[in-house]
């Protein structure tokens, strides 16, 4: 167990929709990483967070969109919903957020889009 | 772009083998580099971490990795693996500055006892 928790653990949902997932960081973690897990794309960086403001952007859609509030739990939106955004989405805490940090992985939300 | 290459993506050996997977990526300035482990029904988790120093970095369960820099690669190592090894490894590098880990597309070992 990473400390770090997710919800939901599957979602399934149709295209066109908007789903949230939701991490909870390790006690003490001030940042948060969302990850996607595809076949074809493999493990892709979204977006990183420290203490509630954005930190770093990788390659999320514009249709995505995230957020850290003040109790450092962390938000990903997904809408308009399409086939190709069902993936496996990590989540990701550590310490300060700086390169040299372990990140500590959670146990994904697995999203279907039928 | 930035890439990581991981060059086998299905390794399959008898137990008490030894076991080396290759990790190259493309970008040429000062780079973090992980190795992560991910069991059956498990989250990923840190296998070893090279920042600077000894490019001789040891991890967790016996593993190891070379960071040869001018051959821009970070290699796992084992001497001898276990069936509790079979999972799938991925090698991710961190660029300086503020970013995500960039990942390869992961290496799934099968341990055959």
């Known amino acids: ?114 | 772009a930035q890439s990581v290459s991981q060059h086998n993506h299905h390794v399959i050996l008898s137990e008490a083998a030894s076991l080396e997977l290759g990790c190259n990526y493309s970008y040429g300035g000062t780079v973090n580099l992980f190795w992560y482990v991910q069991y059956p029904g498990q989250h990923l988790q840190l296998l070893l971490k090279y920042f600077s120093g000894d490019p001789l970095v040891k991890g967790i369960k016996g593993f190891e990795a070379e960071f040869i820099k001018s051959k821009f690669s970070f290699n796992l190592r084992k001497p001898s693996v276990q069936w509790s090894d079979t999972a799938e490894y991925f090698c991710a590098v961190m660029r300086g500055g503020a970013d995500g880990l960039t990942f390869g597309k992961g290496t799934h070992l099968i341990i055959q006892p």
């Open chain 1, 1 to 114: 167990d990473s400390g770090v928790t997710q919800t939901p653990k599957h979602l399934i949902t149709a295209t066109g929709q908007r789903v949230t997932l939701r991490c909870s960081p390790r006690s003490g973690d001030l940042s948060v990483y969302w990850y996607q897990q595809s076949l074809d794309q493999g493990l892709q960086f979204l977006i990183q967070y420290y203490n509630g403001e954005e930190r770093a952007k990788g390659n999320i859609l514009e249709r995505f969109s995230a957020q850290q509030f003040p109790d450092l739990h962390s938000e990903l939106n997904l809408s308009s919903l399409e086939l190709g955004d069902s993936a496996l989405y990590f989540c990701a805490s550590s310490v300060s957020g700086m390169r040299t940090d372990t990140q500590y992985f959670g146990p994904g939300t697995r999203l279907t889009v039928l």
